[in-house]
């Protein structure tokens, strides 16, 4: 019986392969753009884990494999991203259809929310931070270096938005019915 091997070594030299010829640094814009998508991923399947809301966990199911397709994309060198290319405007607008219908069914804070009030709601808090930090990320890879598909910001911006409604929509319909506000401190 042969033995899996879970590492290859190749990038003991602090180097990583893209889709396509050439490697480059671990610490390369494009790289760290792939780490901040492959933390989103992880942290939807974290707040995946927790709801106990079927649909949501769907929705958020169908958003990780879209982001895997995404992270293909960027992952590839710009003569290869054609070929890998799948987020479109119909994905971004999948997105705003969801947040509009979630957002039926819950009230908009006039004031900012401190997140956590169910665990479920911590996490998409999570996942919309570090989704923001994404975004801010392809931003400035785009322009060092084009991207060349103008609906990837676009979408993780619609992501985030929708991260915070599934906070909202968590905490409202499957919590405490009011997220905690952030109340000024009067001395």
Known sequence: MSRK???TGNGDNGTTGLLGEGRVSKNHLRIEVLGSLDETTAALGFARSLTGD???AQV???????LYQLMAEVAATPENAGQFRVICADHVRWLEQQADELSEAIELPREFIVPGDTPAAGAFSLAR??????ERRVVELN???SL???HIIPY???LSSLCFVLELYETQ???NARPTLVKHHQP
């Not at 958020?60 to 879209?66: A, F, Y």
């Open 5 to 7: 091997r879970f590492f």
């Open 54 to 56: 079927q649909k949501i």
């Open 60 to 66: 958020v199911l169908q958003i990780q494999r879209e």
């Open 129 to 134: 931070t570090i989704c923001r930090r994404a």
């Open 143 to 145: 322009e060092q270096d």
């Open 148 to 150: 060349g598909n103008p």
């Open 156 to 158: 993780l911006n619609r």
């Open 173 to 175: 319909i499957h919590g």
